[in-house]
């Protein structure tokens, strides 16, 4: 039987998974969980690359302890954060999360240069101020920049350190708000603008490319050999893969981040798209992801947090039913991106500083809810398409009173799951990848065969 390892990393934990397929249906089997978390410095909000690497490999070992060989292996995470090397390819430290405030500064001084608007029909990425495209000038203004010889997103440098290949990956390039839409290549009328090296930019490569085999020292490390191949590296992108769409159906990959959106085969590059925040994200097979972020499992995780997780999820969500009372907030207002404690950050988004656990978790619950009604109703005037059921895939998946609330709040049919939908897509591409006429629509029928996919009521 042929094993595939999909290693998932999000923004607050990592895991790997074997997968395979067994009379027909594919089976997941997790073998190694680790935690993720910002590191808060004198620098900003960092990213530990060296202990993130030394994860990854760890978890590849594992696959001894179930006697295990993976024919293939790929690597997905969030979007937007990179790692530079110099010549001798070292890390230029530090690495920024896009949670940091650093691209307040650098905001103004791109858009000067190129007016939002002029990226926006280029790339299709809306202003986000954690774009690559923004956090890549405080690199120039501080003169790290210079010293760069080769620009890696997070999936790209993790596969390097495995592979000793240095490739990009269109999904996840995608994302930087630096690659043209039309032309799927790096847009060098923005790279010499803002005055971006060229040489550090590889062309992106699309999911199924093979990168290699291990260095001989990762070799020596895990014990075997394996092939690493490039999945879609945007973990948004990989979910969507593994999500058994119906032909007028949206998805929410529900994660840190809630992503609402729908699959198009060509961009929507106009004014209406841009003033509405969609974004044309690449996806397998060169499908555009056509879709809005918003805060998502991430205002719950927090919530959870500033309680020292004295609540499970459950019985925060369980509260939240139990409330009557409820208030509205924009679930992407600034002040809730990285807050030292957001209870009392819903409440001053909410204006309301004496609202009780209770209604802070109200809040959260029926403000998503709104906000993908909001979404649902854009996207269809922008696209045109007359939506019948939304896909909600990915761990917020579990939570069956957001999905109650959003069947109420859109009046659409809402189906949940597949749960591990990230680390589902990134085998799906591995086997589509390994196995000749197997098809997307192919592994998306698997899909709804192998899993359960309940409707929520």
């Keep these: 039987m042929e094993y595939y390892l999909a290693i998932d990393i999000g923004a607050s934990s990592g895991r790997h998974i074997l997968g395979s397929v067994e009379n027909g249906k594919i089976v997941l089997k997790e073998i190694y969980r680790f935690e993720n978390e910002l590191m808060k410095t004198d620098d900003g909000l960092l990213w530990d690359v060296e202990r993130l690497e030394r994860e990854v490999k760890l978890g590849i070992k594992e696959c001894n302890k179930y006697g295990i060989v993976p024919k293939t292996i790929a690597i997905d995470t969030w979007g937007v954060d990179y790692v530079l090397l110099d ?19 650098s905001i103004p001084e791109v858009e000067k240069i190129i007016p939002q608007n002029e990226l926006y029909s280029k790339t299709g990425i809306p202003r986000l101020n954690f774009n690559t495209v923004y956090q890549l000038y405080c690199d120039k203004m501080s003169g790290k920049l210079d010293k760069a010889e080769h620009f890696l997103m997070m999936p790209e440098y993790l596969s390097y350190t495995l592979t000793g290949v240095i490739k990009n990956e269109y999904t996840d390039d995608s994302t930087t708000g630096m690659v043209n839409a039309i032309e799927k290549n790096w847009d060098k009328d923005i790279m010499e603008k803002l005055g971006y090296p060229e040489k550090i930019f590889n062309k992106p490569s699309l999911p199924g490319t093979v990168l290699g085999n291990f260095t001989p020292e990762m070799k020596e490390f895990a014990g075997f050999d394996s092939k690493v191949v490039f999945c879609p590296s945007h973990d948004t992108a990989s979910a969507v893969l593994a999500c058994p769409l119906e032909e007028n159906g949206l998805y929410i990959s529900s994660g840190t981040w809630s992503l609402m959106g729908t699959e198009l085969e060509t961009p929507v590059l106009d004014e209406n798209a841009r003033k509405a925040n969609f974004t044309n994200e690449g996806g397998y097979d060169y499908r555009f992801r056509f879709l809005k972020n918003y805060m998502g499992m991430w205002l719950l995780q927090n919530i959870r947090k500033n309680l020292n997780k004295k609540y499970t999820y459950d019985e925060m969500m369980y509260m939240a039913m139990e409330c009557g009372d409820v ?3 924009d679930v992407n207002d600034s002040r809730l991106t990285a807050p030292e404690n957001m209870i009392e950050a819903v409440k ?29 109703e854009e996207i269809q005037r922008l696209t045109g398409k ?13 939570d069956k009173y957001l999905n109650k609330l959003t069947a109420e709040y859109t009046g659409k049919k809402v189906y949940a799951g597949p749960r591990e939908a990230t680390a589902l897509g990134n085998i799906i591409s591995q086997i589509i990848g390994d196995t000749s006429n197997f098809t997307i629509w192919d592994a998306r029928k698997c899909v709804k065969e192998s899993f359960d996919i309940e409707e929520a009521k």
């Design 87 to 105: 010549k001798e390819k070292n890390v230029l430290h530090p690495v920024y999360s896009y949670r940091d405030a650093r691209t307040e500064k």
């Design 327 to 329: 208030t509205y907030i």
């Design 348 to 376: 001053e988004v909410a204006g309301n500083k004496d609202m009780t656990l209770e209604q802070v978790l109200c809040c959260v619950y029926h403000s998503l809810a709104r906000s993908y009604k909001n979404a649902l």
């Design 386 to 398: 007359k939506i019948e059921s939304i896909n909600i895939v990915g761990g917020g998946s579990a």
